[in-house]
């Protein structure tokens, strides 16, 4: 398994530099598949196949670092790293060096010929390998879907701490399927379908739960355009049998909620605070979308007051 970055330039922002990196991860599956895996049976499995997959990465170096440990932040499901352009740049001039990924099948990274059968494993080795490229070990902050990668992540590792932003419940999305389905069963049938699947031609009817009702127009149809159908797999699995298991959990946590969220209940965040023995924000007068909302800066206030109480001294700054 090779994994090799490519970079192309982006212009310096008031906030700090902005990199955009392609992870391209490359499996080649020789006959001589031991130079990989040390394993005689997964020469015989895999013998002649061979499979290419990138990974958007976007990183905004600050202008003058402040703290040593690194922000990774994670997308929903729809979404991709564009949604973070905003936090991003708060966390830079906030002192952060901060990265954002598209998971597989998302934004601008590369989509598997049969992404519909993509599983929410496949995401967490995405997070799992773009952790692993950034030095020091990042705080992720998981958004919505990437919040339960995050749950799922922690699980078998541990991480410097994590914020679950908006996050789907410890026990998945099956109760806001059955709500939807209460209280408009002819809209989220003829939606859902389409949300996991392509063409995607279902963004107003998930629109109605990500922003605010009185977002701008022009803000509504920009953010509704890129965003980008979901995996069928990921539907199943959240609803039905792969939940996150806190009890293994040895990361410190901060659960922040949005007070007008129309997906997740303000009684499913504390759910899951309570699940993980960490404590809740609620965030006023937000909605879904948070990072793409004008509350953001009262959550990113939050993040950075936790990010100081969980001990990760600020560094001294330091001029371009």
């Given at each position: ?12 922002s008031?906030?700090g530099?902005?990199?955009?990196t ?23 499995f895999?013998?002649?196949?061979s ?10 170096l600050?202008q ?34 901060t ?9 601008q ?10 599983g ?24 919505s879907?990437?919040?339960?990668i ?9 991480l ?7 996050s ?14 209460r209280s ?18 279902a963004?107003?009817?998930i629109?109605?739960?990500l ?18 159908a ?9 609803s ?6 806190p ?8 659960i ?6 129309r ?24 909605p ?7 509350a ?25």
């Open positions: 398994m090779e994994y090799v970055p490519y970079a192309t330039p982006q212009p310096v008031p906030w530099i902005r990199q955009h392609l992870l391209e991860i490359r499996y080649h599956l020789w006959y001589n598949a031991s130079y990989w895996f040390q394993n005689e049976q997964y020469c015989l895999l013998k002649g196949m499979y290419q997959h990138q990974l958007e990465h976007r990183i905004t600050p003058r670092r402040r703290y040593d440990t690194p922000l990774l932040l994670v997308h929903g499901a729809w979404h991709a790293a564009w949604c973070w352009e905003h936090a991003m740049d708060d966390f830079a001039a906030r002192g952060f060096e990265h954002a990924i598209s998971l597989r099948g998302h934004g990274s590369s989509k598997p010929p049969l992404f519909h059968l993509s929410l494993h496949d995401y967490v080795e995405d997070l799992a390998y773009t952790i692993s490229t950034i030095q020091p070990t990042p705080i992720v902050i998981g958004h879907m990437g919040g339960y995050t749950q799922l992540y922690l699980m078998e590792h541990t410097p701490g994590a914020i679950l932003l908006c789907i419940p410890v026990n998945g999305i099956l109760p806001f399927l059955l709500n939807t389905l408009a069963p002819l809209t989220t049938m003829s939606a859902l379908p389409r949300l996991f699947s392509g063409p995607f031609d963004r107003h009817a629109c109605t739960f922003f605010r009702s009185d977002i701008d127009p022009v803000l509504l149809d920009r953010y509704s355009t890129r965003l980008n979901e995996s069928l797999r990921i539907g199943v699995e959240s039905l049998y792969l939940f996150p298991q009890e293994r959990n040895r990361s410190p946590l901060l922040i909620a949005a007070e007008n969220d997906m997740f209940t303000l009684d499913e965040q504390q759910e899951i605070a309570d699940a993980y023995r960490s404590p809740l924000v609620i965030i006023p007068e937000a879904h979308d948070i990072m793409l909302d004008p953001w800066s009262h959550a990113a206030h939050v993040i950075e007051q936790t990010i100081a109480e969980w001990t990760i001294e600020p560094t001294i700054a330091l001029t371009g």
